[in-house]
């Protein structure tokens, strides 16, 4: 069970990664069923857009997913420990998050489906995991911790915060902040406009092809996974890796370079504990970029600009700001 102490750092919540592992790996799985109903209905977008979740004011959701003439979407509450799932004709379903089996999840969240009319043929067994047990099977996955699964996404709320200001500072091709089901992480991926060596492949029980496409074009990746630090970690890399990355300095002093994970990691206790949260991570997602291209040979001036660029504008076209100037004044 999570500890009920009140989290330090204000709005970024603590929670150790030993505290809540068994409700995680439940927890992923939940998320990867959700996110395959998602790539069985949703059109193709470049690098498996299509398939990720999106943040909210209250957890995690598909967004709106096309079927027949209508549409449905699929949301984690975190709040009042549902998924809820509802339909454009206005009918909806809940399945409650509790102790339970990956393989009872499954079949409560299919049948909800069903009954909303709504048919998912999905691959039923993880991806990019060692242990892929079929979903239907899966019985040793059966924890939930409603109070640890809320701090999560209170982690994944505040890095969202910090990552969507940090995406508004770059012009080029850019990912949405979303969130993929595949490693548990909440990512934001530049891309150079290049094209990139197609990608070997080697994630578990997940084709080459699958990487081939999510890596197509020349990228610095960053963003956050419940691993990699005692209370998880924000990391940062290049496809492919220019020369001299690993080696780049990069901040803060507690930020390194994971070769067992080809990344650049900050363990997300050294955010947390900060006394300006938001700087430190900041920086640590701007010099590993930096690193990134700059080594690459990115042509930065086409690919960057201020986000306050339409500020003066925005405020003079805004009754009772500015003097009181008024739109088209």
Known sequence: ??????????????????????????????????????????????????????????????SSIPYGTGAFDIEFDFVEHRLVLRTS????????LAPKSVARFYEETLRALRELG?????????NEVELAIPFPEDTRHASYDPHAAHLFWRQLLQTHRVLSRFRSRFV??????????GAMDLACTRFSGRPAPAHPGG????????????????????????GGGEEGAFYAYAYP???????????????????????????????RTAGDPDRVLTGFL???????????????AALEDDP??????????????GGGARPGS
């Open 308 to 321: 306050g660029r339409w500020d003066r504008e925005r405020r003079r076209s805004t009754p009772g700001a």
């Open 172 to 181: 080029g091709k850019v990912s949405p902040v979303h969130f993929f089901w």
């Open 89 to 96: 004709d206005g009918a909806g379903r809940a399945v409650e």
């Open 241 to 271: 890796e220019p020369d001299g990355f690993r080696d780049h300095p990069v901040v803060p002093e507690a930020a390194y370079y994971s070769e067992e994970n080809g990344q650049f990691l900050l363990p997300y206790e050294e955010v």
């Open 1 to 62: 069970m999570a500890e009920r102490t009140a989290p330090t750092g204000g709005a970024w919540p603590g929670l150790r990664v030993a505290d809540w592992a068994e409700t995680r790996d439940t927890l992923h799985m939940w998320t990867q069923i959700v996110g395959k109903i998602r790539l069985a209905h949703a059109p193709l977008v470049n690098h498996w857009w299509q398939v990720t979740l999106y943040l909210t004011p209250r957890g995690l959701t598909t």
């Open 203 to 226: 994630a578990p029980h997940c084709g080459d092809w699958v990487m081939v496409e999510g890596y197509s074009r020349e990228l610095s990746s960053c963003g956050f996974w419940p």
């Open 286 to 300: 701007q010099s590993t970029y930096e690193a990134a291209a700059e080594l690459g040979g990115w042509d930065r």
């Open 118 to 126: 709504v048919e998912a043929p999905i691959q039923d067994r993880p």
